[in-house]
């Protein structure tokens, strides 16, 4: 049997405003953008050379859910967007504005640092190291 996640809710204010933000500030692609109808839409980014997961950003459409918009992890670390290069993107995501919560740091499994979504979501940016890691 093989199974695999093949895409991960996360939850936003706006389609086009999420949409924006994971490819213009974060280099995501846009996977699909279908209009579902009544207001809600199928929508689907993932990060340059994605070959699996990605993400379906799904508009809240109760007060629920919005409340949970920028914290589905309980203030946790919710995403891990491992890359090739920690400060080629480091750096890229910085010029675009996006806001790091920590300095870079080396540890055992690689190099990482703390970033912050629009909507307050904690993700590394993390550089496995060669021999393994996490």
Same mark, same amino acid.
């Not at 949409?19 to 809600?40: N, P, S």
């Not at 409340?67 to 589905?72: D, E, P, V």
């Not at 080396?106 to 550089?127: H, P, R, S, T």
């Given at each position: 049997?093989?199974?695999?996640?093949?895409?991960?809710?996360?939850?936003?204010?706006?389609?086009?405003?999420?949409?924006?933000? @994971?490819?213009?500030?974060?280099?995501?692609?846009?996977?699909?953008?279908?209009?579902?109808?009544?207001?809600?839409?199928?929508?689907?980014?993932?990060?340059?050379?994605?070959?699996?997961?990605?993400?379906?950003?799904?508009?809240?459409?109760?007060?629920?859910?919005?409340?949970?918009?920028?914290?589905?992890?309980?203030?946790?670390?919710?995403?891990?967007?491992?890359?090739?290069?920690?400060?080629?993107?480091?750096?890229?995501?910085?010029?675009?504005?996006?806001?790091?919560?920590?300095?870079?740091?080396?540890? +055992? @499994?690689?190099?990482? +640092?703390?970033?912050?979504?629009? @909507?307050?979501?904690?993700?590394?940016?993390?550089?496995?190291?060669?021999?393994?890691?996490?």
């Amino acid at each position: 049997m093989k199974q695999k996640i093949g895409a991960m809710a996360l939850l936003v204010r706006d389609y086009d405003e999420a949409i924006a933000y @994971y490819t213009q500030k974060l280099g995501f692609r846009l996977l699909e953008d279908t209009d579902l109808g009544a207001g809600k839409r199928w929508v689907l980014a993932a990060p340059p050379g994605a070959e699996e997961a990605c993400l379906l950003l799904a508009r809240a459409d109760s007060p629920r859910q919005a409340a949970a918009i920028g914290n589905q992890s309980g203030g946790r670390v919710f995403l891990f967007l491992h890359t090739d290069d920690f400060w080629r993107d480091h750096n890229a995501m910085k010029s675009k504005g996006v806001r790091f919560l920590e300095e870079p740091r080396q540890e +055992a @499994y690689g190099i990482v +640092a703390v970033f912050e979504d629009l @909507y307050g979501n904690k993700w590394d940016l993390l550089e496995l190291q060669q021999d393994g890691g996490q």
